[in-house]
Structures are given as C-alpha cells and as structure tokens.
C-alpha cells in the first residue's frame, strides 16, 4: 500500500443467498445460488483478476459457500436445474407449467429482451393475462427446450462467455437447440460453479483481495443475542410476547462462521461484516472471543452513536468528511473493536443508480465524488467504505455491470490521490484515532431493525421461532433422544434464524417466491419436530405472510345446499363455494409435486361448513386402494375428521372424528365420486363471524402423503345473518 495517497477507498461486495435447501428432504427449490454463482460471483472475482492493482474486501456468508458445495461437490440439484436437465419431449403437463411460470424471472431488459428467442416465447407466456393451463397448446417439444437453455444461458457472465467459445457459439445460435446442446449448458454451470471459491482464494493469496466472513446463516445477531435491543432504535416496538433464549445460538452463528472460513480459505477472517450491518455492543464480546478485529456497518448508526449527523451538500457530496472517513475504535474491558462505517450515499448509486446510466458517465460521476472527497483532504489519509450487496444490482445494469466496472477499476488504477484498500491493510498502516464511547443499536437500513423485528408478521415469524427453540430445549434437556437427532435439530434452528425469511414478511418487501420463503421458514421448524418424530403443532401449517394465505384460495360466495350422496348432483350445488386448487399458477413448491387430490371445494349453510374433495381418479378408488382421507381444523378448535378405507356392515365408508366438540349432530362424510364431508358449526366452536383454518391430507399407513394446500390452511368464516344466497 502506498502511503502518498490522500483518501483510500475500501470497497466491499457482500455475497450472500438464503438457505434453499431443506436438507431433511434432500430438496432445494430456487436456484439463485447457481444462477447468481454463474454470473456475478464468478464475473465480479474475473473483473477484478483483470486489475491487480485495485485491492478490496469480499464478504463471502458461509451458508453461500455451503451451498455452492452442495452444488458442485455434494451433486445438489435444484428443482429448476432438474426440470431443465429434463428432456423436453417427456416434461408432464405439470412440469410444463411450472416451466412457463418460473423459466421467465429475470430482468426483461437486460436479460430477455436482447434474446429474440427468449423473447418472443416469454411475450407469448402473457403473464398479465393468461393462466399457464391455457397456453400449453402454444408451446411445442422445441419451444419448451429452447426455454430450458436460454433460461440458463443468459445467466452466464459475460467474462465466462468470453473464455467458452463453444457457449458463446450457442448463445448466438439463439434457437433450435438439441438435446445434447442443453446438456452441454448445464454441465458448464457446474463446472463455472467449481471455480469460484478457489479463484478468490488465489485473489486473497496474492494480497488483491480480503476475504470476510458473516455470522454462518445470516441471522441477526443483535436480536438473538437480546430482542430488547430493538427497543433503543425502535422506542414503540411491539416485541414478541413468546421469549426464547438464543444466546448460545448467536455464539454458535458466529463461531461457526470463523472455524468454516478458516477451513475454506486457509485462515482465519480479520473482519466480519455483521448480517444486514445489524449491530449492537452487546454482539462485540462475541465477535472479539473468535478473534475479529473489525465489523461495519452503516453511517447512520455513527451518526446516533456519537450524535453527530453526516452533512451533505446538494450533491450528496459529505461536508464534515474527518468524522465519516475514518475508522473508530471502541473500547472494553481491555479489548478494543475496529468499526467502519460506510458513506450510504456513494454505496447506493452503485447499487440503486448508476445502472440506469452510461457506464461511462457513471464511472466519470463516481470517480468526480472521490476526487472531491480528496481535494477536502487536510489531514491524516481518509477512508472511505463503500459497501453494498454484490451480485443483487448488475442485471439491472447493461452488460451485467462488465462496462461499470472495468471503466471504474482502470479509473481507479490511474488515480494520484485515490487508491483502493482491504480494510485489513489500511488498518494495519492507519490504526484507528477515532474512538467512540457506545454503539447504537441497528442496521444498514433506517439505523433500526424494523424490516426483520417490526411487522406483526415478522413478530408472528419470531413467536414460531421461539416456541420451537423452547420445544427443542425441553427434549433436548430430558436425556431421551439421539444426540445426532437433538444436532440436526439445533441446526434448523440456526437456519430459522436467518434474516432473509423475516427479510420477505410484513408489507415492505416482496418477491415471487414470498410464497417459498414462507413455506421454507416454517419447513425448517416442521423439522425440529420430525428428526424428533414429534407431532408438529398445527400453528406451523398457518402462513405467516398475509398474501401468501389469500393466494390459496378464494371463498365462498353464497350459502349451499349439499346434498351429501360423493357426487356432484347438480351445476348449481356447490356453484357458490370457495375454492382451492391442487395446480396452483405460481408457488414452486406446490407445483413441484405431482398428487392425489385436484380440488377442494368449501362453504357452508348456516348450520355446517361443507368440504367436497377430487381426486385425478373417482375419490372411492384413491380411498379403495388403503389410503385414508382426513380433515383437519387448526382453528379455533383443533380436530380431525377422517374418511377410512374400511366400511361399515352397511357398506359405507368408516368416518372417524377426533376433539370435536359434543353436538347434536355428528360429522358426516360421503364417498363415490368425489368425497363429500359435512361438518356443524357447533363441533367446531365456530359462531357468527368466526373463522376456522383446515386443509386436507392423504395418509397411508399413518405417513402423510399429501397435503392440500400444500403451503397452508384454508381459512373459512361463518356466515353472518346478512351473508345469503344474493351475494353472488
């Protein structure tokens, strides 16, 4: 590092993806790992081999690194990956949905659009106004294989493409592929995969590049470590009214974390940066017991810590750059953290801004703000931390970002007053002056944790959390189970910590896949209890995220009259039910499956709620075969009703109940056709107004076989007085 430079800029890329993997299953059910792996991961490390004289820090989350092993060296297969080494010709009609659904998500612009193929197949996909089911006729053999590579091949970096002639042959073929052509694709993505992780460790190696780490599965460690201290950045929070104690966890996220590294990259990491930039004091002993130096996080937490707020011009340009730019050191007990914090504004063009730009003209504005910070240079060197998630913002620029940054490094590369910087080594030649007396509590985002702590449905998702945690310490301390069992189940705890899942509930984010993460947040405590052959509560089958419920169903919309007999009587019987469909448009873990049950179908009189379900055969045959059929409200009474294949001296189909209330009439159920099932408000506790949540399963030999909805319960309410048959 020279020392003739007035300010030194310290780039870091944080790379990170939620966990997909529901490692109980043996299942992974997005494939952004391998996507972005392919892309930016691969491309950004590529970019910068090429400049060796811009030095900077990536942050590397270990359940990443875990997950691009499981890729390459473990043969995971996402469903997308399997759906696409699928022949074209032998793709079910399922399958071929869920390809039309979910073979599209990525940027328009950038990504489909320069594609005439990808686009003119993605136009006529319609997404505004046409259902998947209505369209397979449009779509031939070829066009669904010409969408299984192109759906990969985009995603290639184009530094990849450069050095695969035979890829770049392919993308511009455009159309007509062969089997064996999209083969060759898709076994190249794992081959690109394979070379991420030992590519850095050459960077780090030769001193371009500091690896960091990240708490093992991105939890928020303030929060795990006391919830109360949400209460100091968030002063009218409403926190969870379940506790748990995750202490221990937060330890275990971070010592994981350092040993992981350590295996991976050869040493230990100097620096963490903290989930989220989430900090507190109370994470720093931690962090300093597994040997970390330094931790950043954002600007504003400086700015409440030391009450003093970051000045800025018209321009953004930082008036009091002496109190940004410079690292601080806090002190404790004898031991000292290295704290950064990262100018927001410089962070955010790059993530949120410039793409919309020329690269030119947004290198030639980055550069002017770094010349300007240097010019206001009085004093001891300036350090200037520009952090920001590194593979979420280039599809959204042109050419994946490769004009930016190249332009942006061979700028730097040429700069007297500028030069790039690890953290680690502007540290060790500038030891922080800079000391502050406390931390504030918070994040990169608003100086709180509101996003992952803040909307009833992140505290619902913590009240899950927490009762599962307790669930698993009450077994765990009685000594009656498998050590290896009580381990798994302490590890899907860690991944329930993760932020992402709290990331995509509560109003102020949302995704195409909110309906995954949900189901995958609530598959992970599910867990705890299965590797314990426990009974799962009901209370995990309930969404958290209210618009994933909604999308299961609609309801009902005037009053029925059942009559009870497996078939469907008449047009008009069950016209004015709610309903669910087993062939959900757009969740990919529904689609995923193929099963038993097609519909069902619910309402009610004013009496009885009315439950009618089919089958992909006559109900009476699926029940015939040994399977049982069976009913289950969570809410506000929980209890079952089941239909068994074993029939009465009368010949009728065995139906059982299980915790329903005393009543004047019983639970009934009829079986031919379709399976119809009648059930009075009173068994269920339900009054006017008042809802139940139910779903269906299958069950054979006790096992689950199927459940519908597949991503949670049903939710019906009883019919006031005013609700009647004109409200349709």
Not at 294 to 305: C, F, H, N, Q, V
Request: glycine share 6%.
């Amino acid at each position: 590092m020279s020392n003739s430079a007035k300010v030194y800029v310290a780039f870091l890329w944080h790379q990170h993806q939620p966990y997909y993997t529901n490692d109980l299953a043996g299942e992974t059910m997005l494939p952004w790992v391998r996507l972005h792996g392919i892309k930016d991961y691969i491309g950004m490390a590529r970019i910068l081999e090429r400049h060796p004289e811009v030095h900077m820090t990536i942050n590397f989350v270990p359940s990443l690194i875990k997950q691009l092993y499981d890729i390459t060296e473990g043969g995971h297969e996402d469903l997308f990956m399997k759906l696409s080494r699928k022949p074209a010709g032998e793709l079910s009609d399922e399958e071929r949905e869920f390809i039309l659904n979910n073979f599209f998500m990525a940027n328009r612009e950038h990504m489909i659009d320069p594609h005439p193929r990808y686009r003119e197949l993605f136009i006529r996909r319609d997404f505004d106004n046409r259902r998947a089911t209505r369209l397979l006729k449009r779509y031939m053999e070829q066009d669904f294989r010409d969408i299984q590579v192109l759906a990969n091949l985009v995603w290639f970096h184009g530094t990849v493409l450069e050095e695969e002639p035979d890829l770049r042959a392919l993308l511009k073929k455009g159309r007509d592929y062969t089997e064996e052509e999209k083969q060759f694709v898709l076994d190249k993505e794992i081959e690109t995969l394979r070379e991420i992780i030992p590519l850095h460790k050459r960077l780090m190696e030769q001193g371009q590049i500091e690896i960091t780490t990240t708490p093992f599965y991105h939890p928020i460690l303030p929060l795990l470590v006391n919830v109360e201290s949400a209460k100091r950045c968030m002063p009218g929070v409403i926190l969870p009214k379940y506790r748990a104690d995750h202490y221990d966890d937060a330890v275990t996220q971070v010592r994981r974390a350092v040993e992981y590294h350590e295996e991976v990259f050869g040493q230990r990491p100097c620096g963490m940066w903290p989930a989220e930039g989430a900090v507190s004091e109370e994470i720093l002993p931690i962090l300093m017991d597994h040997g970390i130096r330094w931790i950043a996080t954002d600007e504003e937490i400086l700015a409440y810590s030391i009450q003093k707020f970051v000045s800025r011009d018209n321009h953004g340009n930082v008036q009091n750059p002496e109190m940004l730019y410079k690292p601080y050191l806090l002190e404790r007990e004898g031991r000292s953290m290295s704290i950064l914090f990262r100018d927001h504004n410089l962070s955010d063009l790059i993530g949120f801004q410039y793409g919309r730009n020329r690269a030119e003209v947004a290198v030639d504005d980055f550069v002017s703000r770094l010349q300007y910070i240097a010019d206001q240079c009085r004093g001891a060197p300036l350090l200037v931390p520009v952090i920001l998630d590194g593979e979420n913002a280039w599809e959204y620029y042109p050419n994946y970002g490769i004009d930016f940054l190249s332009g942006l490094y061979k700028r730097l590369s040429g700069m007297r007053d500028v030069q790039t910087t690890t953290i680690c080594d502007f540290l060790m030649q500038h030891p922080p002056v800079g000391r502050i007396n406390s931390l504030f509590p918070g994040s990169w985002i608003n100086h709180d944790f509101y996003i992952w702590i803040g909307d009833a449905e992140d505290v619902k998702g913590w009240e899950y959390l927490n009762r599962t945690k307790d669930f698993l310490l009450s077994k765990k301390s009685s000594g009656n189970y498998d050590s290896e069992a009580i381990a798994r189940a302490e590890e899907e705890i860690l991944i329930a910590q993760g932020s992402d899942w709290f990331w995509w509930f509560g109003s102020d984010h949302g995704s195409a896949n909110d309906r995954e993460f949900d189901i995958l947040f609530r598959t992970h405590l599910k867990n705890v209890y299965a590797l314990l052959g426990e009974e799962c509560p009901s209370y995990l089958d309930v969404p958290i995220k209210k618009s994933v419920a909604r999308e299961f169903f609609t309801p009902p919309r005037s009053l029925l009259t059942v009559k009870l007999d497996g078939r469907v009587s008449n047009f008009f019987e069950w016209l004015g039910a709610g309903h669910c469909s087993g062939r959900p448009e757009q969740g990919v873990m529904e689609q995923a499956a193929e099963g038993l049950l097609t519909d069902i179908y619910f309402g009610f009189d004013r009496s009885n709620i009315y439950v009618r379900v089919d089958g992909v055969r006559n109900m009476d045959e699926i029940i015939d075969e040994g399977r049982t059929v069976r009913l289950k409200f969570i809410y506000p009474r929980e209890a079952d009703v089941e239909v068994h294949p074993e029939k009465t001296p009368e010949g009728a189909y065995r139906v059982w109940s299980h915790n329903l209330a005393e009543s004047a009439e019983a639970a009934k159920a009829c079986v031919d056709s379709v399976l119809e099932m009648a059930v009075p408000f009173e068994c269920l506790e339900m009054r006017e107004d008042r809802a139940t949540n139910f779903f269906v399963e299958v069950l054979k030999d006790d096992r689950i076989l199927e459940r519908l909805p597949a991503g949670g319960p049903v939710t019906v309410t009883a019919p006031s007085a005013e609700f009647d048959v004109g409200v349709w």
